[in-house]
Nanobody, 124 residues
Framework: QVQLVESGGGPVQAGASLRLSCAVS????????MGWFRQAPGKEREFLAA????????YYSDSVKGRFIITKENNKNTVFLQVNDLKPEDTAVYYC?????????????????WGQGTQVTVSS
């Protein structure tokens, strides 16, 4: 059984940075392309970033390109999302997701497994 567990969220001030982690268990991380999404109250789930199975390719939403960085360490079965220069509008629950399909997707239906999320709250 594949499980994803996010961590690293919390309350921060605007301008701060966080490093979100997603620990994958049950199968090797190298089996999956990985993505990060977020969902704010009353809004749809929003794609942020994705990375290939071997970690040699990335894809970002225009809204976070240049501020967020996705990486993965297959030997540690962990995916990271470095989030920089946080703004109040970045407040949301952040989710990681795993995809069997090697082609990077920005749609939530392209992912097969999901974590429970980690809350990020940015105050001005």
């Amino acid at each position: 059984q594949v499980q994803l567990v996010e961590s690293g969220g919390g309350p921060v001030q605007a301008g701060a940075s966080l490093r979100l982690s997603c620990a994958v268990s049950g199968r090797p991380l190298s089996n999956f392309a990985m993505g990060w999404f977020r969902q704010a109250p009353g809004k749809e789930r929003e794609f942020l970033a994705a990375i290939t199975k071997v970690g040699d390719g990335t894809y970002y939403s225009d809204s976070v390109k240049g501020r967020f960085i996705i990486t993965k360490e297959n030997n540690k079965n962990t995916v990271f999302l470095q989030v920089n220069d946080l703004k109040p509008e970045d407040t949301a629950v952040y989710y990681c997701a795993a995809a069997e399909n090697p082609h990077l997707s920005s749609h939530y239906l392209g992912y097969d497994y999901w974590g429970q999320g980690t809350q990020v709250t940015v105050s001005s």
